[in-house]
Structure formats: structure tokens, C-alpha cells
């Protein structure tokens, strides 16, 4: 059993604000930028990062909307995360999120659902950089001219050298930003982020270079913003194609033959001069319709019968590079490719051994390259195979798809 180390980081992430100047018709965090919320996108760049606990602070009567958002960000990740109410205020926010922090968390970040498009690399900077007695603070240089105004009138220039546009999440010590909040609440005093707040208490603040990414969704032109950053960043529909998981399946298909009939053997793909043939409507080749149907089956294309009975005549006859080959256009028609193909007959006669190798390659062939393995085993005597009447043949065979066809319904 593996053990997980309990992260000693956690995210506060506050999704409690009301979103009025957004005028998005529902709490900013639940407004959509595409096909997701602005709270999705912020969770997915939280998950992206390193592992962490996540709390998301959510206003009152969205609990269970965060909670959906949250599973579905998390993944197979969702008991690193919870969701709690928060409050009037965004100090508040934050001390609900506090209260929820486990007891090995050492250092807490807070961030604003509204800078929903911050890249992870940003959130792990921030977490590497906070120290035992220092909070840190991603910034951008503003770029702006800045005067100082009175009233209508412009009185004089701000050196922009001394400022800088501060962005979250804000990295803090837990047990120094604690303190800081319970001094806060003890003052009455209400600050504007976390790491005035910080400062407030006298602590000391860091900054580290933010992103462009990270900008606050406030107002409609911001939502605007952040969709288009998305659209340009969405990839095309080849991408999609490249980087869709391929779909993995497994087939089983059985075959047996009765001995009859005039001629010689045809068995694994070769001629056996002087071996009495199986039965069949074609050559009998009971190893290579084992294959087929495990191929069949597991593209979800039906059987051997379906496609080679008695109904298609043109098969009468036929040996195994005819069927195999067919079987291999089906599947690619279909959306698969070939993995590799195992199987294994049951009878007394003939001795395989010898032809083995040639066996496999000849049926490997026939399916454009892909690996076949091919085994044979006596029964001691007992069932019909034992007693020489037939042959028995399993076959499992691996295939995969190529992502486009087939591949969606997998």
C-alpha cells in the first residue's frame, strides 16, 4: 500500500463575491467564459499546480454548485478539496476558508476565482517563495502614465517605478496570517487584500513577477478579455485528434472444428501435407476464425458468421490471409488498429512446435505487421479434442483506436 503525503500547502479560493459589476446574472464565480464557469477555469489552473489542499468559499446558496465545479476540476484528485460558505465581506471569505485548513498546512495561498485564467506556474512560484516569516505577492509592472489629480485638475506625475498591479494568489505562512486576521477582526478593521492585511500586522511582504493571464474578470470588456484568450488558445481540431487518448479494447473469439473432409490440413495460416483438414465452409482454419471473431468483437463488429458464413459464398475455400486481411480492413474502417493478437488450440494433432515461427509470422503478415503468438496444448486424452476427433481454438486479441471514428464511442 502506497501512502500519500497530506500537502502542507492549501489554496483558499474565494468564489463568494456577488459579481454586480459584471452583471453576469449570477455570482461572478458561476458565470460562464465558454463552455465553463469563471470558477472552473480558476480550479483547473489550481489542480494544474502542485498538489495542494483546496478550499473554495462559495456564497450562500451555491454550496453545491462549487462542489459540482470542484469534482469535476479534481478529478480522481477530489479529497484534496472542499467547499464552505462564506461571508459579507472578503475577510470574512477568507476566515471561513481559514477554519476549514487542515493541521498540516504550513503555508496557505489565497486566491480570487476572478483571476480565473492564472497560470499554474504563477500559483507554484508563489508557493515556493513564501518563507517561514514572509508573504509573497505576484505583481506586474503598470505600464500606465499615472498623474495625481485634484478634482478636474492634474497637479502632478507618480513615478511608476514605486508601483505595481498586485495579482493573486498571495502566499503566506499559516500561522503568521492567523494572527494577522484575528488582529484584523480585533481592530475592525477591513482591508482590501491579504497581503495588506499581512503587512498590517507588521510582517514583512515580497514581491515575485505575476502574469498577464492573471487579470481580475470584473467587468463585461474583462469577460470578453478572457474568452478571447481562450479562443486563441483552444486548439485546433487536428490537435484535439493528437492528443485524444487512445481507446484500448480486448476481444475474445473460439473456434472448433470436427476432422473430415477431403485434402490436406490448413491450420495457423499453413498447409499440413499428409494431416487430415477440418470441416468447414471454407478451409476450416479454426486458429485463424479464433482470430478473426476476437478481432470482430472487441471493434464491437459482430462475428465471423456476420461477415464470412454460408451468406457470403465468395469465402468458400478461402484460407486464413484472406480472412484475416478482410478483418483487418473492417476494423480500419472502423476506427482500430491492431495491438496484437494471442491464441491457443487444443488438440493432439498436428505437432506444432516446429512450425511455429513460420505459423505466427504468416498470420502476423496478414494483419499488416501486428505481433501474433500462437500456443498449443494436449488435453491428456480427455474431451473430444483428447480423443482426436477436432480441434479447439481461444484467441484474445488487443486493438486500438485511432481516436477520430470509432474512437469517440469508446
Known amino acids: 500500500m502506497t501512502l500519500i503525503p497530506v500537502p502542507d500547502t492549501a489554496i483558499i479560493v474565494v468564489a463568494a463575491g456577488s459579481g454586480t459589476r459584471l452583471d453576469g446574472g449570477a455570482p461572478k464565480a458561476f458565470v460562464g467564459i465558454d463552455a465553463h464557469s469563471i470558477l472552473r477555469h480558476a480550479l483547473d489552473g489550481v489542480f494544474a499546480a502542485a498538489p495542494a489542499q483546496i478550499v473554495v468559499v462559495a456564497p450562500a446558496g451555491f454550496e453545491g454548485d462549487a462542489e459540482t465545479e470542484l469534482r469535476e476540476a479534481a478529478g480522481d484528485r477530489s479529497d484534496l478539496g472542499r467547499v464552505v460558505t462564506g461571508g459579507d465581506t472578503r475577510q470574512q471569505s477568507v476566515a471561513a476558508g481559514l477554519a476549514a485548513l487542515w493541521g498540516d498546512v504550513r503555508t496557505v495561498l489565497v486566491h480570487d476565482a476572478a483571476r480565473a485564467l492564472t497560470p499554474p506556474e504563477v500559483i507554484d512560484a508563489v508557493r515556493g517563495a513564501v ?26 506625475p507618480i513615478d511608476r517605478s514605486e508601483l505595481a498591479a498586485a495579482q493573486t494568489p498571495q502566499g503566506f505562512p499559516r500561522a503568521l496570517l492567523e494572527r494577522a486576521y484575528e488582529r484584523a477582526f480585533a481592530d475592525g478593521i477591513e482591508y482590501t487584500d491579504d497581503a495588506a492585511l499581512f503587512a498590517a500586522a507588521g510582517h514583512g511582504v515580497r514581491h515575485i513577477t505575476g502574469s498577464a493571464r492573471g487579470f481580475k474578470i470584473t467587468t463585461p470588456a474583462d469577460l470578453e478579455r ?131 515461427v513460420e505459423a505466427e509470422r504468416v498470420l502476423s503478415a496478414a494483419l499488416g505487421g501486428a505481433p501474433v503468438s500462437i500456443t498449443a496444448t494436449t488435453t491428456d486424452g480427455l474431451g473430444f479434442t483428447g480423443r482426436g476427433e477436432g480441434i479447439s481454438v481461444t484467441a484474445i486479441a488487443l486493438i486500438h483506436s485511432n481516436g477520430r471514428r470509432a474512437g469517440k464511442e469508446s
Open 131 to 156: 518563507d517561514a516569516e514572509t508573504g509573497i505577492l505576484p505583481t506586474l509592472p503598470v505600464v500606465d502614465t499615472l498623474k495625481r489629480v485634484d478634482g478636474d485638475a492634474v497637479v502632478g
Open 226 to 356: 478572457a474568452r478571447h484568450l481562450l479562443a486563441e488558445s483552444a486548439p485546433s481540431a487536428t490537435e484535439l485528434d493528437a492528443q485524444r487518448p487512445v481507446a484500448t479494447r480486448v476481444g475474445i473469439g473460439t473456434d472448433v472444428h470436427a476432422f473430415g473432409g477431403e485434402g490436406d490440413l490448413w491450420l495457423a495460416g499453413l498447409e499440413w501435407q499428409g494431416e487430415q483438414p477440418l470441416s468447414g465452409h471454407s478451409d476450416g482454419d479454426a486458429v485463424a476464425h479464433a482470430i478473426v471473431d476476437a478481432l470482430l468483437g472487441a471493434a464491437g463488429l459482430g462475428d465471423i458468421g456476420e461477415h464470412f458464413g454460408t451468406a457470403h459464398p465468395e469465402y468458400a475455400g478461402a484460407h486464413a490471409a484472406v480472412f484475416l486481411a478482410r478483418t483487418r480492413e473492417l476494423l480500419a474502417d472502423a476506427g482500430f488498429e491492431i495491438g496484437n493478437v494471442s491464441a491457443q488450440f487444443q488438440g493432439n494433432r498436428p505437432r506444432f512446435s516446429a512450425r511455429r
